[in-house]
């Protein structure tokens, strides 16, 4: 079993809806990384969060240390969101595990 | 201007043959990463340095040896290559070194993809 786990591993929707990818783990960590995998390759750090909730633009990702659970939502989403989305863990000093990502595709 | 630069973008070589893939960044970052992504899309890291210091060698085989001549270059030279070899290579740096602060993001390379025949 993966440290660290995704769900869905794939989604679909429709343009407009409001999305959520979560992400739990199994081990202790420093900090959460939420990646954005773009259909060309390119792989972009979208957030780095320790506790509570950060915000940019459309994206929303919350931290719940003690549940070991993060998720990653998308409000109005658009198909410029399709993409791969991947969490990643911190532990000790640089080590990042990763989950196995989530296939988003939102149609217009 | 590219912050994270990996060459070459696509490689394609034989069974055995030995190769090198370059990474450099110029964000001024502490730290440099090597990550592998294999046909699931599954990322694992791979290397880490820290101003020319390794300080994470993950269980990589030993024909995969890391060189970095400065803080802004991480290479990855790999010996005797295999079909299991063949995945995406990725590059990535962060701001920090030792103890990651929790604003600090990663930054990767457009990857390099391997494909041993």
């Known amino acids: 079993k993966n440290e660290v786990e995704q769900s869905p591993q794939n989604l679909t929707a429709q343009e407009g809806e409001f999305i959520t990818i979560n992400c739990s783990y199994s081990?202790?960590?420093?900090?959460l990384h939420w990646l954005q995998q773009h259909p060309g390759g390119g792989i972009v750090s979208l957030f780095m969060?320790?506790?509570g909730k950060k915000k940019h633009g459309r994206l929303i990702a919350t931290i719940n240390i003690q549940e070991k659970h993060s998720s990653l939502h998308i409000t109005a989403s658009h198909p410029r969101d399709s993409a791969v989305y991947i969490c990643?863990?911190?532990?000790?000093?640089?080590?990042?595990?990763f989950g196995t990502g989530t296939r988003l595709t939102i149609i217009p | 201007d590219t912050a994270v630069s990996q060459t070459p973008k696509y490689l394609v070589t034989q069974m055995g043959n030995d190769k090198s893939i370059k990474c450099e960044q110029n964000?001024?970052?502490?730290?440099m990463y090597w990550y592998k992504q294999d046909s699931k899309k599954f990322l694992k890291i791979m290397f880490s340095?820290?101003?020319?210091?390794?300080?994470i060698n993950e269980t990589v085989p030993n024909r995969f040896s890391p060189k970095s001549p400065d803080k802004a270059h991480l290479n990855l030279h790999i010996n005797s290559l295999e079909l299991g070899d063949s995945a995406v290579y990725f590059c990535?740096?962060?701001?920090?070194?030792?103890?990651?602060?929790?604003?600090?993001?990663?930054?990767f390379g457009n990857g390099t993809r391997l494909t041993v025949t």
């Open positions: 340095y820290n101003n020319k210091e390794l300080i």
């Open positions: 964000l001024g970052h502490d730290t």
């Open positions: 990643a863990v911190i532990q000790g000093g640089e080590k990042l595990t």
């Open positions: 081990v202790g960590i420093s900090a």
């Open positions: 969060l320790s506790s």
């Open positions: 990535a740096s962060s701001p920090r070194g030792r103890i990651p602060l929790y604003n600090s993001p990663l930054h």
